[in-house]
């Protein structure tokens, strides 16, 4: 997850957050979640794409603001962790990607703000040790 470099579609730009880096310039407050791979665990194609549509879905219906995202894995099985999924705005965005990673059994989201550096939060109590909402690496 540390490892892990997210891209965000925004404005006509492709912006890019590590964990740990300052958030780019221009960027909203936001926080990335996927519907893919719950838990870590590879999940077949057809289901993670199911998954997604009904995530998109779902923050359609809710009038979520949302960007594309993408999670780019690294390391030897990199294309295995190559997930979709959206980078949810402002702080009603955010409070939603939280309960909608726990609801997805999803291990963790990538939050970012203007001017701070970009943090893993756990979701999923007991990943990596840590209760739901501490952050991974900090």
Known sequence: YLATVWSIRAGGRTLRLRPGRPAPDGLAALVVLTAYNPASRPTPRAANRAANRRLRALLHRRGIAWHPARAHGTGPDARAWDEPGFA??????????????????????????????ARVVVTRPGFCGLPAGAVLGG
Do not use: D, H, S, T
Request: overall charge positive.
């Open 88 to 117: 949810l705005l402002g702080p009603r965005g955010g409070r939603a990607a939280l309960r909608l990673a726990r609801a997805l059994g999803q291990n963790a989201v990538l939050a970012a703000a203007p001017g701070a550096p």
